[in-house]
């Protein structure tokens, strides 16, 4: 899936706002920084269950001598031509202004799905000025106030309903295929090793390396055969703090990457060993999950560290201390330079896809789980107790189980991470989030 949703305008509108409220308590790539107007940030959100990828621009000025300005022009123009859906913000209390005029021609030359959205619509009498928009010339025109939220459900199910790809949940669409190769992408940080590993594994210098972090600049596919398994093999830029960020083109980078972790099945994130696990590297780990993909954690550069006895366990609890709860990944130590275990890194890869793709029958399902249930049952809440009945895996791109039950709001979150856990225990899941949905019986 690789749905991205725009939200573009002049400074001050209230982008970021939004923003937050559309990722809000999510792990973005980058942690929303309120009054840098400079600054890209990108997150993961979903209306209804429909997942989208969202990116808060820099506000847009025209004719400005500042450098900042003129790079987030640039950007906006690249964000507007790789985005899916855009969302136009405006000011309603301010009404229409020149630089909205201005944007407006750079949107219908775009060719996308726009919708003004006038916020600070904070009472039915400011709703009153929507109608000024009218002028702009676009039909989709949205009132909300995106400090509160209101008007943001109705914009949003309009919003869904333009996105190319509606792909929900633990649901299979019914033009849903099954790729004809599965696609593995290597992903992190610049200056990593991923350019290094992909001319290692294909034995050609396919992609340009230097000692320069950011010389990938684009997401570029290989096929690769291994293991009787044949594969598209992703290599991606470098995914960098937004206060990294400073070229167009490393913005529209940035962007790329994140559509190849979104059309992957698995992602090998590569740290750097001498760097350690950074928040970073957490942040493009967060969003792996977010997407629901398969991933392996290839920690390159081990031959530069000075070991000790326990070094390689120190760095391995460190890591999935800062992972949970979901640490059942691979985590494999090696060295690009050295070849030393790159090979299992792309074993361990296509297990993870395997895994990824694992059919539990019901039967098999319902003879682990009912038991165990009925053992340690979920802990009453507020005086009621939950029984759960029937356990079955849903269809879709990755592994997702519906507990039903008498009582599905009642069960609490310990008690599906204990289920979870099982889960994991009895069937092979290693290296691939999953999803436990409780419904009415």
């Given at each position: 899936?690789?749905?991205?949703?725009?939200?573009?305008?002049?400074?001050?509108?209230?982008?970021?706002?939004?923003?937050?409220?559309?990722?809000?308590?999510?792990?973005?790539?980058?942690?929303?920084?309120?009054?840098?107007?400079?600054?890209?940030?990108?997150?993961?959100?979903?209306?209804?269950?429909v997942e989208f990828s969202?990116?808060?621009?820099?506000?847009?000025?025209?004719?400005?001598?500042?450098?900042?300005?003129?790079?987030?022009?640039?950007?906006?123009?690249?964000?507007?031509?790789?985005?899916?859906?855009?969302?136009?913000?405006?000011?309603?209390?301010?009404?229409?202004?020149?630089?909205?005029?201005?944007?407006?021609?750079?949107?219908?030359?775009?060719?996308?799905?726009?919708?003004?959205?006038?916020?600070?619509?904070?009472?039915?009498?400011?709703?009153?000025?929507?109608?000024?928009?009218?002028?702009?010339?676009?039909?989709?025109?949205?009132?909300?106030?995106?400090?509160?939220?209101?008007?943001?459900?109705?914009?949003?199910?309009?919003?869904?309903?333009?996105?190319?790809?509606?792909?929900?949940?633990?649901?299979?669409?019914?033009?849903?295929?099954?790729?004809?190769?599965?696609?593995?992408?290597?992903?992190?940080?610049?200056?990593?090793?991923?350019?290094?590993?992909?001319?290692?594994?294909?034995?050609?210098?396919?992609?340009?390396?230097?000692?320069?972090?950011?010389?990938?600049?684009?997401?570029?596919?290989?096929?690769?055969?291994?293991?009787?398994?044949?594969?598209?093999?992703?290599?991606?830029?470098?995914?960098?703090?937004?206060?990294?960020?400073s070229e167009n083109i490393?913005?529209?980078?940035?962007?790329?990457?994140?559509?190849?972790?979104?059309?992957?099945?698995?992602?090998?994130?590569?740290?750097?060993?001498?760097?350690?696990?950074?928040?970073?590297?957490?942040?493009?780990?967060?969003?792996?999950?977010?997407?629901?993909?398969?991933?392996?954690?290839?920690?390159?550069?081990?031959?530069?560290?000075?070991?000790?006895?326990?070094?390689?366990?120190?760095?391995?609890?460190?890591?999935?201390?800062?992972?949970?709860?979901?640490?059942?990944?691979?985590?494999?130590?090696?060295?690009?330079?050295?070849?030393?275990?790159?090979?299992?890194?792309?074993?361990?890869?296509?297990?993870?896809?395997?895994?990824?793709?694992?059919?539990?029958?019901?039967?098999?399902?319902?003879?682990?789980?009912?038991?165990?249930?009925?053992?340690?049952?979920?802990?009453?809440?507020?005086?009621?107790?939950?029984?759960?009945?029937?356990?079955?895996?849903?269809?879709?791109?990755?592994?997702?189980?519906?507990?039903?039950?008498?009582?599905?709001?009642?069960?609490?979150?310990?008690?599906?991470?204990?289920?979870?856990?099982?889960?994991?225990?009895?069937?092979?899941?290693?290296?691939?989030?999953?999803?436990?949905?409780?419904?009415?019986?």
């Open positions: 899936m690789s749905n991205i949703v725009a939200i573009v305008g002049r400074p001050n509108v209230g982008k970021s706002t939004f923003f937050n409220r559309l990722a809000g308590g999510r792990n973005a790539i980058v942690d929303p920084t309120s009054g840098v107007t400079r600054d890209r940030h990108y997150g993961k959100s979903d209306w209804n269950g969202v990116i808060d621009t820099g506000g847009y000025v025209d004719n400005s001598d500042d450098v900042f300005e003129g790079e987030i022009k640039k950007q906006v123009m690249l964000a507007i031509d790789e985005a899916d859906v855009i969302l136009f913000m405006v000011d309603i209390k301010e009404g229409v202004t020149g630089m909205d005029e201005d944007m407006c021609v750079m949107l219908r030359r775009a060719k996308k799905p726009v919708f003004v959205v006038a916020n600070k619509a904070d009472n039915y009498k400011s709703l009153d000025d929507i109608h000024d928009f009218h002028k702009l010339g676009f039909e989709k025109l949205y009132g909300i106030s995106a400090m509160s939220g209101s008007g943001t459900g109705e914009l949003l199910d309009d919003v869904v309903k333009e996105l190319p790809e509606k792909y929900i949940p633990g649901e299979l669409s019914e033009n849903t295929e099954e790729p004809t190769l599965p696609k593995i992408a290597i992903v992190g940080r610049p200056n990593a090793g991923k350019s290094s590993l992909v001319n290692l594994l294909l034995g050609t210098e396919r992609t340009i390396v230097t000692p320069e972090p950011g010389t990938t600049r684009d997401s570029t596919h290989s096929h690769y055969k291994y293991f009787d398994l044949e594969f598209q093999l992703i290599d991606t830029a470098g995914i960098r703090k937004k206060s990294k960020v490393e913005f529209y980078s940035v962007m790329r990457a994140i559509r190849s972790i979104e059309s992957s099945d698995v992602c090998i994130l590569m740290v750097d060993a001498e760097r350690g696990f950074e928040a970073q590297d957490l942040n493009i780990f967060s969003l792996i999950e977010k997407n629901h993909k398969g991933v392996v954690i290839l920690v390159n550069k081990w031959d530069l560290i000075e070991k000790q006895t326990n070094t390689h366990k120190q760095f391995e609890e460190d890591i999935r201390s800062k992972l949970a709860p979901f640490a059942d990944v691979p985590i494999i130590f090696t060295s690009v330079l050295t070849k030393q275990r790159v090979y299992k890194a792309v074993e361990s890869a296509v297990e993870v896809f395997r895994n990824r793709s694992r059919k539990i029958t019901t039967s098999q399902l319902n003879d682990f789980f009912l038991p165990l249930i009925g053992a340690l049952p979920p802990p009453a809440w507020k005086g009621k107790f939950v029984r759960i009945k029937f356990v079955t895996q849903l269809p879709g791109r990755y592994p997702a189980f519906a507990f039903f039950c008498n009582l599905p709001q009642y069960v609490r979150e310990p008690y599906k991470r204990f289920l979870e856990n099982k889960l994991r225990e009895q069937f092979n899941f290693s290296g691939v989030p999953v999803e436990i949905f409780f419904r009415q019986k």
